[in-house]
Every structure is written in C-alpha cells, then in structure tokens.
Antibody, heavy 118, light 107 residues
C-alpha cells in the first residue's frame, strides 16, 4: 500500500524558513516524479512544485519561485520542500503527491499545516 | 501558463440526478486532463485520468470525456457519498494547474 506521510509544518513568523518532509513507502520511490500541492484554508488546490524521478527536471509555481526549493533523496525514500522568506499567503495545508504511470497525481498524503503569522 | 476554468462553481442536485461539470483549458492540452474528488477534511482522490479513464476502484457512475480544450465530468446518478468538491487538473511539462473547483451538494 502506498503511504505518503508529510511532516515539518507549524507556526512560523513571516520572513522565516521551514522545511517540509514527505516519507514515502509501499512503492519504488525512485521510479516516480513527486509533487507538492497546497490548499489555503477554505480555498482550492494550488500546485507548488514538482520533481522528476532523478531530480533532472524541476518545476515551480510562479508564486513560490525563488523562495522554495524542492528536492528528494531516493536512498531515503523522501521528498522535501525548503521554504524560505515565508509570507502570510503561504499559509496552507501542504500535500505531498505521487505521480501515476501517466501525468496525474495518483496518491496523496494527508498534508501538513503551515501557518505564517507574527 | 495554461489556465483552467470550471463551471459551475457550485451545484445542488437530488439523489439519483445526473450531474455534469465542465472544464476548459486556455490552450490545447490533448487529453492530459484529470479529475479529482475532495471531501471535507480529506486529501484529494483521483477519479478520472487522461480525460476518460476511470481510476481503479472508482464507481462506474463517474465518467469523463473531451479533448483539446473542452472537457466534461459526469456523475450518472448522484449518491449521498458524492458530496464533495471536484477539481479538474492539467499537466504540462512538470507544471500542473488545477481548476477552481465545483462544490456539489444534495438538494
């Protein structure tokens, strides 16, 4: 069974940093691209970033480009999101998601909540 | 960037009704269009991929169609457990865009 477990969320002041982690199990991690998707309270889904299986291709939403960095450690079956210069508008539930065999998000974690507030 | 629109933004229907949601892309995305269901307090769940393929384990009352820029998602007979928000999503070269969502509830 595929499991994705996010961690690292919490309350942080504007301008500070936070690193999210996603621990993956139940599948061959280095066979799949992975993504971060966020959802602000009461709002819709917003894609944040994606990374190919070998980290050779990476993409970011314009809203986080230059502030967030996605990475993965295939030896540890883990996905990361380094978030710097956090803003109030980054407050959201952050989901880790695994691509399927095609261009869709087949499995999702339960999310980790990031709150940016002074 | 490719933009996605959905309509309606919300709808209310009776149990057993046929429900249709449309999604439009700002440019041709072939059939790279997926549909997700999100129930309150839960993570999104993939229902339809590549415009018309039903994900394993998803009830057959859910279906999708379309290609290019115009897509349709249908629930053939609405059930109480289908109360959720539905999102379309496109994928273009490791960049993903979601539609704004359609909230479905029971009349």
């Amino acid at each position: 069974e595929v499991q994705l477990v996010e961690s690292g969320g919490g309350l942080v002041q504007p301008g500070r940093s936070l690193r999210l982690s996603c621990a993956a199990s139940g599948f061959t991690f280095d066979d799949y691209a992975m993504h971060w998707v966020r959802q602000a309270p009461g709002k819709g889904l917003e894609w944040v970033s994606g990374i190919s299986w070998n980290s050779g291709s990476i993409g970011y939403a314009d809203s986080v480009k230059g502030r967030f960095t996605i990475s993965r450690d295939n030896a540890k079956n883990s996905l990361y999101l380094q978030m710097n210069s956090l803003r109030a508008e980054d407050t959201a539930l952050y989901y880790c998601a695994k691509e399927g065999s095609g261009w869709y998000l087949e499995n999702w974690g339960q999310g980790t909540l990031v709150t940016v507030s002074s | 960037d490719i933009q996605m629109t959905q309509s309606p933004s919300s709808l209310s229907a009776s149990v057993g009704d046929r429900v249709t949601i449309t999604c439009q892309a700002s440019q041709d995305i072939s059939n790279y269009l997926n549909w997700y269901q999100q129930k309150p307090g839960k993570a999104p769940k993939l229902l339809i991929y590549d415009a018309s393929n039903l994900e394993t384990g998803v009830p057959s009352r859910f279906s999708g169609s379309g290609s290019g820029t115009d897509f349709t998602f249908t629930i053939s007979s609405l059930q109480p457990e289908d109360i959720a928000t539905y999102y379309c999503q496109q994928y273009d070269n490791l960049r993903i865009t979601f539609g704004p969502g359609t909230k479905v509830d029971i009349k």
